[in-house]
T-cell receptor
Framework: QKEVEQDPGPLSVPEGAIVSLNCTYS??????FMWYRQYSRKGPELLMY????GNKEDGRFTAQVDKSSKYISLFIRDSQPSDSATYLC????????????FGAGTRLAVHP | NAGVTQTPKFQVLKTGQSMTLQCAQD?????MYWYRQDPGMGLRLIYY???????DKGEVPNGYNVSRLNKREFSLRLESAAPSQTSVYFC??????????????FGPGTRLTVL
């Protein structure tokens, strides 16, 4: 079983829709959670990060962590065609050097 | 400020050939990483260098070697390429690998095909 599970999609939504992207994980030691966005044939770029549980909002993006359920989400409001990309979740445990564990990524297509 | 740069962008090799992927960063970061990305597998760490002069194995190091040439540059070498090494390779850098909140910044990738 993978440490981080992410539905690969593809997820296709109309412009203006609210998008929900999710990851589940098995390691309760994970404390630091990130979302990366990767456009086709480009490198991943950091979108948002959160520590432990709770919500964090940045413009149209909201990251949510539920540690009790080992579940993280990224919500995109008023989705735009420019949001079409693959979204990767990533997470890390605290203490010393702990490698970043990535989900496989969810491919999102927002059509006009 | 170019961030993380990688060369080449594309490469086709025959089985058994060798090659070196180059990576450089201009953000004065201490730590550098090499990942491979395969469909359905996500990003998997091959090797990392927490600081200049140190390198350590990641999740999938077999068939690869690395060199941290200086603070800016981190190269990945395939000594005898195999078809299983067909992948997209990403280099990343970060300020300090041992910091819990450390953030990694990625290069544009190298698409490698081994025939």
């Amino acid at each position: 079983q993978k440490e981080v599970e992410q539905d690969p999609g593809p997820l296709s939504v109309p412009e203006g829709a609210i998008v929900s992207l999710n990851c589940t994980y098995s390691n309760s030691a994970f404390q630091y959670f990130m979302w990366y966005r990767q456009y086709s044939r480009k490198g991943p770029e950091l979108l948002m990060y959160t520590y432990s549980s709770g919500n964090k909002e940045d413009g149209r993006f909201t990251a949510q962590v539920d540690k009790s359920s080992k579940y993280i989400s990224l919500f995109i409001r008023d989705s735009q065609p420019s949001d079409s990309a693959t979204y990767l979740c990533a997470m890390r445990a605290s203490g010393g050097y702990n490698k970043l564990i990535f989900g496989a990524g969810t491919r999102l297509a927002v059509h006009p | 400020n170019a961030g993380v740069t990688q060369t080449p962008k594309f490469q086709v090799l025959k089985t058994g050939q060798s090659m070196t992927l180059q990576c450089a960063q201009d953000m004065n970061h201490n730590s550098m990483y090499w990942y491979r990305q395969d469909p359905g597998m996500g990003l998997r760490l091959i090797y990392y260098s927490a600081s200049e002069g140190t390198t350590d194995k990641g999740e999938v190091p077999n068939g690869y070697n690395v060199s941290r040439l200086n603070k800016r540059e981190f190269s990945l070498r395939l000594e005898s390429a195999a078809p299983s090494q067909t992948s997209v390779y990403f280099c990343a850098s970060s300020k300090e690998a041992l910091t819990f909140t450390d953030t990694q910044y990625f290069g544009p990738g190298t698409r490698l095909t081994v025939l």
